[in-house]
């Protein structure tokens, strides 16, 4: 059950205590899929930790070479260092660059160049070796770059950044980027399209020769459904279920931003990686496209329904920062539930509570509380996202439908944007607990399964 869930770490824009404006990127991306080789050139503006600062870091995948890095016009150095992130980087390494003399005291522009052979490494999920799988794969098949394996200079796992993107693969490669597509066209047996995302959290590239879309348009959302082998059925009826969870999150919590107006559900054709749904960002979610198929041949009414509409949450779930990311999975999920209950069936939502009900239950007497609950442990996940989802239904059967929704609705409206943790929720959600002032509490701060009623 070590399922790494990274979906909401992908979407939530940790800019706390950040004054400096993000990171921007200018990139043109060459990929030859039959060489599984990537050529990276551009510039990235980076905000320095401080004016006197005189290294930044940043993650690169380690198979590449840097062939070129001026910092501010000029020459730099740079060494290897370690990796930091919260998830296993089995492809990565750290880049300390040392500012030249005369470079920039809050933001230094980088130009840089890099290319290599990606790290070949089995699909995520393929083998029981979590820490050395990988979903990113560049080859005459697929092409999936994702944050994983920072093909890109990553400056932390997860933050604010804007990103301008050319990419050029072979001509009759069909490509999925980050944020709007601006441009697409042919040229000396290329196919080349711009790509721009002034909003982001992650730059994601993928691309197939054997993409096939199916673009909807459905109570004012755009659906874009990208996908190589599904059958037709199923993704019409994921259209309607996208559109029908997006409006019923609309009309319960006020607008939000979805990135281009549009979202992109890309079923990448790669045969393991990521359970469930997937991996979420801004305006996109990418779900493995050979788990689906398996589960489908499994059960031919199979469906993901809930999963897609937890990921749809997250465009309304995302302001929990660091151990507040529970928050966004808790919302998701329960909003997931919700989905299910509303747009489904009564019957359907029982079965999904039961089953967190069972999962809770299980879970060891010495698990975290939800208020100090990391988020890589083994009991992480059950905590966070089915006793969060526990203790939202507990509130809400307290407060009655009306009331809980109208809470959830100001929550969302204050918070959206700024970093949240425990503590505020703790404080809004006691606030309008007027009878029953110890039950958050009790939800927050008990180890193990649900609290005792009393
Ligand atoms: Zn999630």
């Known amino acids: ?66 062939t070129k890095l001026l910092v501010d016009g000029k020459r730099a150095t740079f060494t290897f260092g370690t990796v930091e992130s919260p998830f296993p980087m089995p492809a990565s390494r750290g880049i300390v660059v040392a500012l030249p003399a005369g470079a920039g005291q809050n933001r230094v522009r980088m130009e840089i160049e890099y290319s290599g052979r990606l790290k070949v490494l089995p699909e995520f999920g393929a083998t029981e070796d979590m820490l050395h ?77 054997n993409y096939k879309k199916k673009s909807l348009r459905e109570a004012g959302v755009n659906i874009d459904i990208y996908y190589t082998r599904m059958p037709e059925a199923f993704i019409a009826q994921e259209g309607t279920q996208i559109a029908g969870a997006t409006n019923l999150y609309s009309t319960l919590l006020g607008e939000t931003n979805i990135p281009a107006g549009t979202i992109k559900h890309i079923y990448s054709p790669k045969r393991k990686g990521q359970g469930k749904a997937g991996m979420a960002l801004p305006g996109m979610i990418v779900t493995s496209e050979g788990l689906t198929m398996e589960a489908l041949s499994q059960d031919p009414k199979f469906t993901m329904f809930q999963w897609i509409a937890h990921e749809i949450a997250h465009y309304w779930w995302n302001f929990g920062a660091g151990q507040g990311d529970w928050i966004n999975e808790a919302f998701a999920e329960y909003y997931s539930a919700i989905a299910v209950q509303k747009l489904s069936s009564q019957a359907e939502f029982q079965a999904v509570m039961a089953d967190y009900r069972k999962q809770a239950g299980e879970l060891p007497a010495e698990a975290p509380p939800l208020a100090t609950v990391p988020i890589m442990e083994p009991t992480s996940f059950v905590v966070r996202y089915y006793k969060g989802s526990l203790m939202l239904d507990a509130v809400r059967q307290l407060m009655g439908d009306a009331k809980f929704f109208q809470a959830s609705r100001e929550f969302f409206q204050e918070y959206t944007g700024k970093p949240t943790g425990t503590p505020e929720f703790r404080t809004f959600w006691n606030a309008r607990m007027r009878d029953h002032k110890d039950l958050v509490d009790a939800w927050l701060d008990s180890h193990g399964g649900p609290p005792a009623r009393n």
């Not at 072979?170 to 721009?196: F, H, M, N, V, Y």
């Open 1 to 66: 059950m070590p399922r790494l869930s990274i979906v909401a770490l992908l979407f939530f824009v940790a800019a706390a205590g950040k004054s400096n404006s993000p990171p921007a990127y200018d990139l043109t991306v060459t990929i030859e899929p039959d060489a599984g080789s990537i050529a990276v050139r551009g510039t990235v503006d980076v905000p320095l930790e401080s004016p006197a600062a005189t290294t930044f870091k940043f993650n690169l995948h380690d198979s590449v070479t840097i």
């Open 133 to 209: 799988s990988m979903d990113d794969q560049v080859n005459s098949r697929m092409v999936e770059l994702s944050p994983l394996s920072s093909w890109y200079p990553q400056f932390g796992f997860v933050q604010p950044l804007q990103v301008e993107l050319a990419l050029s693969l072979p001509q009759g490669w069909i490509s999925i980027c980050s944020g709007k597509k601006l441009e697409e066209r042919i040229q000396d047996g290329r196919a080349l399209t711009r790509w721009s995302s002034p909003k982001d959290t992650a730059i994601m590239i993928l691309a197939s020769p």
